[in-house]
C-alpha cells in the first residue's frame, strides 16, 4: 500500500512512513522509496551548495569586471549567496570538504553565465577562478575591478 501512495502523494507517503517508523511497524514501510528519498536529499543538498557556489562567483566576476553595472541587486545576491552557503554547510557540515572541487566544477559554468550576461569579451575572464575558496565565502569581500586604484 506505502508504494502505491509513493507514486499519488509523495507528502502523505512520507508523512506515512514517518509515522510507520515511529511506531516501528517496519513490515510497512516501503523501504525501497526511503532509501531513493534519502539519497535524494543527499544530491539535493549537493546541488543546492553548488549552485548557490556558482551563483556567488558569477556575480564577483560581473562585480569585478563590469565595475559601471555594480548596484544593489548584484551585492545582494552574493550575500544571499553567501548565507544559503553558510546554512548548507552548517547543515550539512559533511560537505565541507567538497566545495573546493565543487568550485572548480562550476567555475566554467559560472564564467559562461558572465560572458553572457555582460556581453564582455571571453578573453576578459580568467580560465581560472580569479577568488580563493576563503574570498567566495566572505561577506566583506567585493573584488576590485582592474583599473580601479585602491
Known sequence: MAALLYDEDLWL????????????????????HLIEELQDVGKSERRTLRSQLERVMLHLLKWKYQP??????WRG???????????????SPSLK????DMLKQGYPYSREEAIAETGLPAVMFPEICPFEISEIL????FPKADQDSN
Not at 508523512?15 to 525501497?32: G, H, I, N, S, W
Not at 559601471?68 to 541587486?73: A, L
Not at 549567496?81 to 548548507?88: K, N, P, Y
Not at 570538504?97 to 573546493?100: A, D, E, G, K
Open 13 to 32: 507517503w512520507s508523512e506515512t512512513t514517518a509515522d510507520l517508523l515511529k511506531q516501528q511497524r517496519f513490515a510497512e514501510v516501503d523501504f525501497e
Open 68 to 73: 559601471i553595472m555594480r548596484g544593489g541587486s
Open 77 to 91: 545576491s552574493i550575500q544571499e549567496g553567501r548565507r544559503s552557503i553558510d546554512q548548507t554547510l552548517a547543515d
Open 97 to 100: 570538504p567538497l566545495v573546493s
Open 138 to 141: 566572505d561577506y566583506r569581500f
